[in-house]
């Protein structure tokens, strides 16, 4: 099965940017989205189809995808961007959907 | 606007089946596949299976088939996800998701507000 690799952290100073991958065989040839979850609420989608953005989502939010990394891109971090972050994949071999473990974003 | 809304909470002892609903409200019930995703206390997310509205065709995890069941009332727009055969493990936050569809992938672009289920002798 499709495995997904995030690291489990991330720290950054309020004002720089945050750059949170997302590990997995070949996954440019698939669309990557990107899910923001605060604690106690249910997750919401932040970039979809690997670089594009919902409306309501502020333009510091972006993504993208090579080789074997996928990104999502915090520019300009704020205190209110703390949170978990998941990327998600379809798995067409299975036709399952797959998460990241999810990475934990802490504004220092 | 486009809701996702869920059951209660709900307390079951080992070995009890539990059943979620999930109501849609606010756009074409048949349209859209369903998802279920949980999360256990301090975890990530795990991918369950989805349902079609539209044929009540389902696809299920690996690691859920033969205790997850996931049906639909197209009558009252709802979709419900029954676990059976509960165990500690099976102790989290169960959330319905709305897939939207482009090309090759599928997008949860609405959620339920989540479910608790909690398992306990």
């Known amino acids: 099965s499709y495995v997904l690799t995030q690291p489990p952290s991330l720290s950054v100073a309020p004002g720089k940017a945050a750059r949170i991958t997302c590990g997995g065989y070949?996954?440019?040839?698939?669309?990557v989205h990107w899910y923001q979850q605060r604690p106690g609420q249910a997750p919401v989608v932040v970039i979809y189809?690997?670089?594009d953005r919902p409306s309501g989502i502020p333009e510091r939010f972006s993504g993208s995808s090579s080789g074997n990394t996928a990104t999502l891109t915090i520019s300009r971090v704020e205190a209110g961007d703390e949170a978990d972050y998941y990327c998600?994949?379809?798995?067409?071999?299975?036709?399952?959907?797959?998460f990241g473990g999810g990475t934990k974003l802490t504004v220092l | 606007q486009v809701q996702l809304v869920q059951s209660g909470a709900e307390v079951k002892k080992p070995g009890a089946s539990v059943k979620v609903s999930c109501k849609a409200v606010?756009?074409?019930?048949?349209?859209?596949?369903i998802h279920w995703v949980r999360q256990a206390p301090g975890q990530g997310l795990e991918w369950m299976g989805k349902?079609?509205?539209?044929?009540?065709?389902?696809t299920y995890a690996q690691k859920f088939q033969g205790r997850i069941t996931m049906t639909r009332d197209s009558s009252t727009s709802t979709v419900y996800m029954q676990l059976s055969s509960l165990r500690s493990e099976d102790t989290a936050v169960y959330y319905c998701?709305?897939?939207?569809?482009?090309?090759?992938?599928?997008?949860?672009?609405?959620w339920g507000q989540g479910s608790l289920v909690t398992v306990s002798s």
């Open positions: 998701a709305r897939g939207y569809s482009y090309g090759y992938s599928e997008v949860f672009d609405y």
């Open positions: 606010g756009y074409t019930f048949t349209t859209y596949y």
């Open positions: 349902i079609s509205p539209s044929s009540g065709s389902t």
């Open positions: 070949n996954i440019e040839t698939r669309s």
């Open positions: 189809y690997d670089s």
């Open positions: 998600q994949v379809w798995d067409s071999s299975s036709d399952h959907m797959v």
